[in-house]
Structures are given as structure tokens and as C-alpha cells.
């Protein structure tokens, strides 16, 4: 059973002490003269004619795609963490930019998190998806990959220059904030206890946008690094589906990325990276009818929470000592309505279905699960702070969850990791119906809850030591 009971996110806002900067600067900088932060932002914007995830590219907009992150040095072996303007990246494609990111910033794939936003009017990745279908003669539209290796290749070259401009981290800053009127849940159930209506990100139903927020996660979560009082980069973790509307044949970053923009803005000292949590049963539908002039509105109600998340942010003396990375490799069920076999004879057969929905993105996951493939869930520890670092569209109650696990930690939570998985819903919602959990759109079966939540358990309990002489190579 899942967890019965959901500490409001809201109360779960930790405190931190400002130092009083003549006492403590000094002792700051000696603890932490070791510990750095490297920053990189690269464009990612697609072409014309181009495919992304749905339409070609028809032309540009004034905010483009991006990829950006940062490299924590001297806790171990360099920490990377990368959040991709993108739809998703799944299989062989996140592989690929997990390594590539190791391999320019001096470290191993396993201590490399890559995420996407999830934005719509956005590539697709996943180079399993690609190969399968060349090999069959077929067009791979969306998964057709020259213009994701040419990204690899330039952010490969950001990320190994970004290393000799590394600032000096002396402090963390940790803070948190309600955003008013943007997520609402998409799953609206029935006296049944099932799924009646799906309010989607778009909703122009009246009646289904008047309905509750339902469960969600109210707050952004702030996690900053500072040189002195210089701030060096901003993370920021807020859950929900991030469209307004799309379709349009232009690549934008939606109003997270506006949003994100806004605050580049107000604190242009700090590079701004946005990652999203666990939002996969979490949209805008009850706060958007689909015009277009809502993606300014709900941007400025999100970056309205990132600055009261700024104003609040505490800072405390952070050192290398205080960082470590955790990994809990699990094996994801894969959903019982797939097959390998049904799959391959789609292709064979051309099957429509197969072509348009992601057919060979399912078949490649399925492929690496019968081999055997695990998929790293990591907890990146910053003094009393935890990120976690997730796969798929995970549903908020695994987020939730991970908060009330540990109130006494500042807990954050990025999804959209490895996308292969889809929507991974809780055991409850599977049977509940809708779409999220249907057979077109999860490719994990209900056990998936049991081997995630013992994980990220795991990984919120785990007293780390170092071993082998280097701080952040952790063994339980």
C-alpha cells in the first residue's frame, strides 16, 4: 500500500541560520576551499524542418530550447547534474548523454543526472528507438537522431570548457515557496473511487476546470550555491506538466522556461537550472483553457514562487565533506499488456499503432529490461539537503512520499531521467483507470510502487561512508 498519509508539502518547509558574514566567512572559506561548482548552458534548439516530438520545426521563437547544469568538483569524482529543454530521452539516448557528459567532465556515467522538462514543442531522444527502425527500412521521424549527436557532441565541448572557470563554493542556500494557481491534479475520480475525467494541461471544459486542485505539490524548492555572498548557480524543483499549449511547429520552453528566464533576469550572477518533479499525473488544466496568452500568466505565477523561494532562501557553510552521491540500481516491472514477440511482428507488419505511438521506444525498453537492465536511482546529499534523481513521468505521490520520509531534511525532487518507463503510476492508480496508467501510456506494472518507494527509502536512510579515500564514493 502506498503511503496513507501526505504531510502537506507546504509544511515541510526547513530552516536553515544566515551566517553573520564577518563571523563566519573566514571559517567558511577554509572548509570549503576545495569544493567547486563549474556552470554550462548550451542551446538546444532544433532546426527548421527538423523533426520534434510531434511536428516539424516551422520556425523560431524568441526563447529557444536549452541545456543546462552544472559539475560539482571536489567532493570525489565529479557530480553532473543537466536538465535538456526536451520532451524525453530514453534508452541508448540517455546512455549516450550520460556518457558524454561523464567523459568531459572527468567522471563516471553513474555520477551523471540528465533530465528533461517534458515541454511538447520539443525533440525527442532515444537512439535504441532510432536504430530500431532504420534497421527495419522505416523512417524514424521523431527518433531520427543527427541533430541529438550534434548536441552531444557541442555540450561534450561546453562541459569540458566550463571546468577551468569553476568558482569556489563556500555556502548552500536551501529555500522553498507555494506557487498560487498553476498545478492541479489530472485525475479526477469518480464515487467508484475511478477515473471520470482526465483534465488535461488544456482544458477548455468549464465544468472540469472548476473541479479541485486535487493532490499535488505546491512547492518549488530552491537549492543554491554561493561564493561568498556572490550567488553561483540557482536549481530550482517544482512538479507539474509543463504545457500551456503546443503544436506549434516553433520550439519553445513553455512557461517554465519563461520563468526560468525571469529569474536569469532578476539574478543574472547565477545560472538558472529548472528541473521538474514528479509530475506526471500534475498539469495546468484547472488554471488554463489552452490561450496562448495563459503561458505568460502561469510563468509569472511560477517565477512569482521562485523569487519568494529566493527571498527565504537560508544560507550555511557547505564543504566538500558535506557532498555525497548514492546510488540504488533497481529493476523497473515492465507492464504486462507488452511483448517482445507482439511487438516485433508489429514492425514486421507495419503496424500503424506501432509507428505513431512509440512502438520502438517500447520494444527497446523491453529489450533492455529481458537483458537484464537497471536503471540508477541517485540521492545527491548537500549537507541537510536530498535530491533525488528519478526516471520517467512519475506520479506526485512518490514525491510526496519522499518528503514525509524525511521532514527533517530539505528534500528535492527531479523525474524525467531515463524516459523509457513512461508514466509510472502508484499500485492504487493502476487500478483506478485513465489514461496515464493505460496500456498507451505505462510501460511498468503496478509492483513498480514496491521496488521504487523501498528504494528511495533506502536512499533517504542511508548513512553514507566515504570508502576508498575519496569523499562521495559511498557503500551501505
Known amino acids: ?176 515557496a507555494r506557487v498560487e494557481k498553476v498545478a492541479s491534479n489530472r485525475r479526477l475520480l469518480g464515487a467508484d473511487g475511478k477515473v471520470r475525467a482526465v483534465r488535461w494541461t488544456a482544458m477548455p471544459d468549464p465544468q472540469i476546470r472548476a473541479e479541485p486542485e486535487g493532490t499535488i505539490d505546491p512547492v518549488v524548492s530552491l537549492v543554491s550555491f554561493w561564493n561568498g555572498e556572490r550567488p553561483v548557480a540557482v536549481l530550482s524543483y517544482y512538479a507539474t506538466h509543463p504545457q500551456s499549449y503546443y503544436r506549434t511547429g516553433i520550439p519553445n520552453p513553455d512557461f517554465p522556461g519563461v520563468a526560468r528566464f525571469f529569474r536569469q533576469l532578476a539574478v543574472p550572477g547565477a545560472l538558472h537550472v529548472h528541473f521538474n518533479g514528479a509530475g506526471g499525473n500534475i498539469g495546468a488544466g484547472k488554471y488554463n483553457d489552452g490561450s496562448p496568452e495563459n503561458r505568460l500568466v502561469l510563468a509569472e505565477r511560477l517565477a512569482d514562487g521562485m523569487r519568494r523561494a529566493w527571498e527565504s532562501t537560508k544560507r550555511q557553510p557547505i564543504a566538500a565533506t558535506d557532498v555525497s552521491w548514492t546510488l540504488e540500481p533497481v529493476v523497473l516491472p515492465p507492464a504486462k499488456h507488452l511483448s517482445i514477440e507482439k511487438l516485433e511482428a508489429q514492425i514486421k507488419d507495419r503496424d500503424a499503432t506501432f509507428l505513431t505511438q512509440g512502438g520502438a521506444s517500447r520494444l527497446a525498453w523491453l529489450r533492455r529490461c529481458r537483458a537484464g537492465n537497471r536503471i540508477d536511482l541517485a540521492c545527491l546529499a548537500l549537507g541537510g539537503a536530498r535530491i533525488l534523481h528519478l526516471p520517467g513521468e512519475l506520479f506526485v505521490e512518490y514525491q510526496l512520499a519522499a518528503k514525509a520520509e524525511r521532514p527533517d531534511l530539505f528534500v528535492a525532487v527531479a523525474a524525467y531521467g531515463d524516459y523509457a518507463p513512461w508514466y509510472i503510476g502508484t499500485a492504487v492508480a493502476y487500478e483506478q483507470g485513465g489514461y496515464e496508467t493505460s496500456p498507451a501510456a505505462s510501460n511498468v506494472s503496478p509492483e513498480v510502487e514496491g521496488v521504487l518507494m523501498s528504494a528511495i527509502r533506502k536512499l533517504l536512510r542511508a548513512q553514507p561512508r566515504a570508502t576508498s579515500g575519496k569523499a562521495g564514493d559511498l557503500k551501505f
Open 1 to 176: 500500500m502506498f503511503v496513507r498519509f501526505i504531510v502537506a508539502a507546504g509544511l515541510l518547509l526547513t530552516a536553515g541560520s544566515r551566517p553573520h558574514a564577518a563571523e563566519s566567512e573566514g571559517l567558511a572559506r577554509s572548509r570549503s576551499a576545495a569544493l567547486r561548482v563549474a556552470t554550462f548552458d548550451l542551446d538546444a534548439t532544433p532546426p527548421i524542418g527538423s523533426m520534434m516530438a510531434y511536428d516539424p520545426v516551422t520556425n523560431r521563437w524568441d526563447l529557444g530550447l536549452r541545456a543546462r547544469g552544472i559539475v560539482v568538483l571536489g567532493a570525489g569524482e565529479p557530480i553532473v547534474l543537466c536538465a535538456f529543454d526536451w520532451i524525453g530521452m530514453a534508452n541508448e539516448g540517455h546512455d549516450a548523454f550520460q556518457a558524454a557528459l561523464a567523459r568531459a567532465a572527468g567522471t563516471s556515467p553513474r555520477r551523471v543526472a540528465v533530465h528533461t522538462l517534458h515541454q511538447h514543442d520539443a525533440p525527442d531522444c532515444d537512439f535504441s528507438a532510432e536504430r530500431i527502425l532504420k534497421d527495419e527500412g522505416l523512417d524514424p521521424r521523431q527518433f531520427e537522431g543527427g541533430f541529438q549527436r550534434q548536441v552531444l557532441d557541442r555540450l561534450e565541448s561546453a562541459v569540458r570548457e566550463s571546468l577551468p572557470r569553476a568558482q569556489p563554493v563556500t555556502h548552500l542556500g536551501l529555500g522553498q
